[in-house]
Nanobody, 119 residues
Framework: QVQLVESGGGLVQAGGSLRLSCAASGRTFSSYAMGWFRQGPGKEREFVAAISRNHVYYSDSVKGRFTISRDNAKNTVYLQMNSLKPEDTAVYYC??????????????WGQGTQVTVSS
């Protein structure tokens, strides 16, 4: 069982930055692929970024602006978000699974953290 707790969301102006963190429980964190997804108002949950031991994926909408990273010693995955746009407004979810994927088929999910970007 893996428990995930996101933090770092908030309100920011367009063009600003935020860094989301996701702290995971468990002693096998390094073996999990970690993903970030988001769900905007009235929208379906969508893929943002994912990272495994050797690979990183980004959605086209965030490539070049967002950076995913992980610190296995701290059991934490991060999402650095720069040049934020109003359309980035969403609840951001952290996810963990055994397979790196852009699909939301991860095994464990956090509760989400709200990111609001004002224009």
């Amino acid at each position: 069982q893996v428990q995930l707790v996101e933090s770092g969301g908030g309100l920011v102006q367009a063009g600003g930055s935020l860094r989301l963190s996701c702290a995971a429980s468990g002693r096998t964190f390094s073996s999990y692929a970690m993903g970030w997804f988001r769900q905007g108002p009235g929208k379906e949950r969508e893929f943002v970024a994912a990272i495994s031991r050797n690979h990183v994926y980004y959605s086209d909408s965030v490539k070049g602006r967002f950076t995913i990273s992980r610190d296995n010693a701290k059991n934490t995955v991060y999402l650095q978000m720069n040049s934020l746009k109003p359309e980035d407004t969403a609840v951001y979810y952290c996810a963990a699974g055994l397979v790196l994927s852009r699909a939301p088929g991860y095994d464990y999910w956090g509760q989400g953290t709200q990111v609001t970007v004002s224009s």
